[in-house]
């Protein structure tokens, strides 16, 4: 059975640091590429930042520049260091893990709040 587990999400201050973390089980994580996706009060699900199996990178113009995604593939874990938080970054934070159109799994997000 696949799992994805968030975890690291809290209720931090404009300016803070957070890092999230997504562990995977049940998969063969070094072949799947990686996301961190976004969903805000009142918005639409959205691309925070991917990294492919191969160590390919992408980032959301919003979060360039202050969110960096990582992977450990002998952790089985995917990373999302955010810094320069802003109130505009609070979301419920999920990762997915991607391999085709048909083969992908979602965790179930961890809560980031950024309130002063």
């Known amino acids: 059975q696949v799992q994805l587990v968030e975890s690291g999400g809290a209720l931090v201050q404009p300016g803070d640091s957070l890092r999230l973390s997504c562990e995977a089980s049940g998969l063969d994580f070094s072949h799947y590429d990686m996301s961190w996706h976004r969903q805000g009060p009142g918005r639409q699900r959205e691309l925070v930042a991917f990294?492919?199996?191969?160590?390919?990178?992408y980032y959301d113009t919003a979060v360039k520049g202050r969110f960096t995604i990582s992977r450990d593939n002998d952790k089985n874990t995917a990373f999302l260091q955010m810094n320069r938080l802003r109130p505009e970054d609070t979301a419920i934070y999920s990762c997915?893990?991607?391999?085709?159109?048909?083969?992908?799994?979602w965790g179930e997000g961890t809560r980031v709040t950024v309130s002063s």
């Open positions: 997915k893990a991607a391999r085709s159109s048909l083969d992908f799994y």
């Open positions: 990294v492919t199996s191969t160590g390919g990178l």
